[in-house]
């Protein structure tokens, strides 16, 4: 039997597809636990390579004979060596390239719609990580918002589409990874928008991001219009792109809402998330289409693999839209959350430009999933 | 700390780290103690939960610089 490698794309579409697929996890029991390969129709086991150096025979029982099978570590070397031993014992098993390192960085393009005049948008899903970056075209020109640090996904996307990067927006200073906007400005000439109120520590030159700022690409056909909407940071901003497309940043998702602590202001933020989700967002039109920067489980996906849904959908079904009470608002987002994400504080700093750890650091502090989000 | 075998893992990629330890430890005495230099970053967690499910103590554990030194007592 050969072993084959299977590719991040090559499972992202297994995702996306709904299909089937048998993931052999040989990472220690922590970290699987921490963070895993999600699929709707995905069936686990977790063994820890560690313990199949004798062989594999007694677990070969545990493995399915009648779907694909992946297995997964973390750098791809102790994959290599269980499918191998798989192999020998006459099973057909992938191992996925690149380790759960490759997961987390692989960024899928999907179309989420046609702007004016020939315009598109594009939703880059992170899927292994959670996070969703976009891209305006129109005309030649692109716009691009909270771009993820690996910058040549979105440089060759943008160059193949024709399109010169002129605007680069981040929609807040994140916490769970580390942005590639200035990046991308540097290479590209791009300006780089960044809301002030976050920005207050940041060791480089940037454009102010404000409410009310309007931005065009392409001639005057594509809008985007800023529209500030604090809560997971005091700087927090959302864009309206052509009238249609809401972009959330981290302060609403599809089926929660921002977390206001990432800053260790959770008690000062949570009065500003109210205010932002059951205001501001409530003179928006129900048909606005909400496009966040993340999602956090696999149920959030649409069909096509993209995130995204209309406003109006939103207010009758997200959880954290329909707590009327403020005081039990004010418990569920700043009580008994979630853990925070990995190495948050240090993301944090290399996002203001403070710190400059190299590439190896900089995969490893992101490591695992976004957890940006309460529900 | 007293080791009574040195292995030397540094620049081993996950999984020749543990496959190396597993060898030395066969070849020492229970009461014995390994001490291993690794550079993989996944070692620490690894070797923690690989010595744990054997029954053998990690003693001691050092970061020196970019080298991960470790401390094992076989069971």
Known sequence: MTVKAMNSSEVT????????????????????????????YFQYLNIPYFELLDGVEDILDQIPTDMDVLVVCAKEGS??????????????????????????????????????DGGELYQFVRIGKGCLSYMAISDGE????????????????????????????????????ISGGRKIAEKT??????????????????????????VTIGGTTINIHSLYSPGHTIGS????????????????????????DLAGLAEDWVGD?????????????????????????IDELNEDGSVGEKLGTLFAKNHGLNIQDENEFRKIVTENLPPQPNAYQ?????NMGKANPDIEKQREMEIGPNRCAVR | MESTKVLDAKGLACPMPIVKTKKAMNDLA??????????????????????KSGGHELVKHEEDGDVLKFWIKKA
């Open chain 1, 346 to 350: 240090e993301i944090r700093e290399t």
């Open chain 1, 142 to 177: 692109a716009a691009i918002v909270d771009a993820t640090r690996m910058t040549d996904i979105f440089l060759d996307f943008a160059a193949s589409k024709n399109a010169e990067i002129k605007h680069v927006f981040d929609t807040h200073l994140h916490a769970d990874h």
């Open chain 1, 13 to 40: 579409k297994k995702v996306f597809n709904k299909e089937k697929l048998f993931v052999f996890d040989v990472r220690n029991e922590s970290d699987f636990a921490d963070w895993k390969i999600e699929g709707e």
């Open chain 1, 273 to 297: 998330l109210r205010e932002t989700l059951y205001k501001r967002y409530r003179e928006l039109s129900d048909e606005l289409v909400v496009l966040p920067a993340h999602f956090m489980i």
């Open chain 2, 30 to 51: 229970s009461g014995e103690v390994l001490e291993i230099h690794a550079t993989d970053k996944g070692a620490k967690n690894d070797l923690a939960a690989w010595a």
């Open chain 1, 79 to 116: 994959s290599v060596m269980v499918a191998e031993m798989l192999s020998e014992a006459g099973r057909d098993v992938a191992y996925l390239e690149g380790g759960m390192k490759s997961w987390s960085e692989h960024l899928e393009p999907v179309k989420v719609g046609d702007l004016k």
């Open chain 1, 237 to 260: 901003t959302s864009f309206v792109v052509d009238e249609k497309y809401l972009l959330s940043g981290d302060i609403l998702f599809i089926d929660s809402i921002g977390r206001p």
């Open chain 1, 189 to 214: 000439g791009a300006a780089y928008w960044l809301p002030p109120k976050d920005a207050t520590e940041v060791t480089f030159e940037y454009n102010a991001l404000e409410g009310g700022n309007d």
